[in-house]
């Protein structure tokens, strides 16, 4: 494989296969142990939901700048 067909799947996959890690340590974290890793445990369940909703209200914003008017006036 390329060198550039290499960086292209790691430009679309990283994000989502970081989510997945992060998604899957914050459980295991939070039935580990106390104090540290329950904060370790909110971080990693609350960093994917926040990104969720983060990129959601940007695409939302995004599509309702670029949705152009029903009705110009003249």
């Known amino acids: 494989m390329s060198r550039h067909k290499r960086g292209f799947q790691w430009r679309l996959w990283g994000a989502p296969i970081a989510l997945a890690v992060v998604s899957a340590v914050g459980p295991i974290a939070g039935l580990v142990g106390d104090g540290v890793w329950d904060a ?3 971080l990693g369940l609350g960093l994917p939901v926040a ?3 983060w990129f959601g ?7 309702t700048r670029n ?7 003249r």
């Open 40 to 42: 370790l445990s909110w």
């Open 57 to 63: 209200w940007a695409r939302r914003v995004r599509l």
């Open 67 to 73: 949705a152009a008017p029903s009705h110009r006036p």
């Open 51 to 53: 990104a969720c909703v």
